[in-house]
């Protein structure tokens, strides 16, 4: 099976799983780990539903382990079989390396391939990444993001260029986002693609 995993989005859909699981028992949707749930498939008879799953929490846990991950880095990953393609951005140039020795460890995994790109160092863009983040981490109405253990809006800037990858609760939470960017006058662009994952309520018990 070949899926491509966003790691802040299979975060909130893990948890959003997990709630939803005590009301009822169901088979989790096909997933893509920011993980969200798109990404092209083929069949490998060799990797069991149950034994990728695990596998992608594995590697979903190896990602967010990593001290260095933060809010300026968006990585991903393809599982094709037992061999992992590490995919995002990040800031940190000792980070991709990091996160491929960690992945290689996670048990069942066979092979690790790394295409994590490293953005160029540039002071205009680091100016820009901390706007950005004060922006929406520091604004009331998006101010429950911050609070969340694993930051769940990523910022990628590159070139002046701002893309926004994970998950927020609502549409409008959303176009917040892209609103509170584009007043920073140095922000070239914004892509937006913030998923809409509303949080699920634990079921009431009945008595």
Same mark, same amino acid.
């Given at each position: ?21 005590? !009301? ?6 096909? !997933? ?20 990728? !799953?695990?596998?992608?929490?594995? *590697? ?7 001290? %260095? ?27 991709? /390396? ?14 690790? *391939? ?21 922006? *929406?981490?520091? %604004?009331?109405? /998006? ?56 949080? *699920? ?7």
């Amino acid at each position: 099976m070949i899926r491509a995993y966003s790691v802040a989005l299979s975060v909130m859909l893990a948890m959003a799983w997990a709630v939803a699981a005590e !009301a009822q028992a169901a088979q989790p949707p096909a !997933a893509n780990s920011n993980l969200s749930t798109s990404g092209s498939q083929s069949s490998n008879p060799a990797v069991s539903p149950e034994v990728q !799953a695990k596998l992608v929490d594995g *590697i979903r846990h190896a990602i967010l382990m990593q001290p %260095y991950y933060g809010v300026f880095d968006n990585l991903g990953f393809t599982l094709e079989g037992r061999t992992v393609i590490l995919t995002g951005q990040v800031v940190n140039p000792t980070l991709p /390396l990091d996160v491929e020795r960690s992945v290689k460890k996670v048990e069942g995994v066979e092979k690790v *391939i790394n295409k994590i790109e490293v953005l160029p160092p540039s002071p205009m863009d680091a100016r820009i990444r901390e706007q950005v983040r004060q922006k *929406i981490y520091g %604004y009331g109405p /998006l101010f429950k993001y911050a609070n969340m253990p694993n930051p769940p809006i990523r910022i990628i800037v590159k070139n002046a260029r701002v893309t926004l990858d994970g998950v927020v609760d609502t549409e409008t939470d959303k176009n917040l986002c892209t609103m509170r960017v584009n007043q920073i006058s140095s922000v070239l662009s914004v892509t937006n693609n913030l998923a809409v994952v509303p949080p *699920i309520s634990k079921p009431s018990k009945s008595k």
